[in-house]
């Protein structure tokens, strides 16, 4: 079977007037340009260096509110100390209508080596804050909404966000905790290479209506539905921190918007492809206008 090709951005229909919301984490990120990871023992000279607030959550959030040109409502966590208030402050200049859950714990930390060829490594530092459904937070938006994506919350929060017509996940929910919430997701999307959001047929009862693994150049894989390509790219990538939960915005916004799987998956790969163009995972993400 031929894998499915993204199609043109101008193919695609015009975004109608959503509700979208984004249950999830925090960290904020040191991002590091070196010429190559380093080696046991080497001294590297960084390229460029910049720091700012990101995680999974923040950067669907950010990418939904640049192709709606709405604020999204996101509901999270994170620490009430300096680094959490900053961050706060700063994730409302990039467009997000914020409902924190303030913790006694501290906000947490990434740091991130982009090399050359634009490949990102991650090491985190500290604990994954999350909101739950104990929270004193505005829960009842989201039974309005059109599209819901989570990255973190309890189980308990999952049965919340399944209120909304869509809802969408990442694996770094953590299995234990979608299947103890015993919802039924429209889309599980997560990257098929990496060992942290693994999914295989039979890990959620019930099952995801749909599964979307991402292979970064290669597209990804599509159950039911095969394969799809990637939107071919003119240059090297230059950061690909960011891409894949790009390209998750960009399909549950489409699906929120009752596009079909081709459209939807077209949305996505081009939300993806434009991260890749900047340092950091806001300085390209793909800005729709209106037509």
């Known amino acids: 079977m031929e894998p499915l090709v993204p199609l043109p951005l101008a193919a695609l229909p015009e975004l109608p007037p959503l509700a979208l919301a984004v249950v999830g984490h925090v960290e904020v990120v040191s991002f590091v340009g070196v010429h190559h990871l380093p080696a046991a023992g080497e001294i590297l000279h960084a390229d460029d260096f910049c720091e700012l607030p990101a995680g999974g959550g923040a950067v669907v959030a950010v990418q939904m509110a640049r192709l709606t040109g709405q604020r999204i409502p996101f509901f999270t966590a ?19 209508e914020l409902h924190i859950a303030w913790r006694e714990a501290p906000t947490r930390r990434g740091i991130t080596f982009i090399d050359a060829g634009g490949e990102r490594t991650i090491t985190v530092i500290g604990e994954r804050l999350m909101p739950t459904a104990a929270d ?7 039974a309005g909404a059109d599209g819901v994506f989570v990255t973190a919350t309890d189980a308990a929060g999952l049965r919340l966000a399944r209120r909304a017509r869509v809802l969408a996940a990442t694996p770094r929910v953590r299995l234990p905790t979608l299947n103890a919430a015993g919802v039924s997701l429209d889309a599980l999307i997560g990257s098929a290479t990496d060992p ?26 599509l159950n039911p539905g095969g394969r799809y390509a990637a939107v071919p790219r003119r240059g090297p990538a230059l950061d690909a921190y960011g891409a894949g939960d790009s390209f998750a915005a960009g399909v549950t916004t489409a699906l929120a918007a009752g596009w079909n799987l081709q459209d939807a998956i077209s949305l996505g790969a081009h939300c993806g492809a434009a991260c890749l163009d900047g340092r950091g995972p806001y300085a390209s993400q793909l800005q729709l206008r209106p037509r």
């Open 78 to 96: 994170l620490g009430d100390d300096a680094l959490g208030r900053r961050a706060a402050v700063e994730l409302e200049e990039l467009g997000l």
């Open 136 to 142: 004193g937070l505005p829960w009842q938006r989201l």
């Open 196 to 221: 942290g959001e693994a999914y295989q047929s039979g890990d959620l009862d019930p099952a995801p209506r749909l599964r979307i693994g991402t292979e970064a150049e290669r597209g990804g894989v």
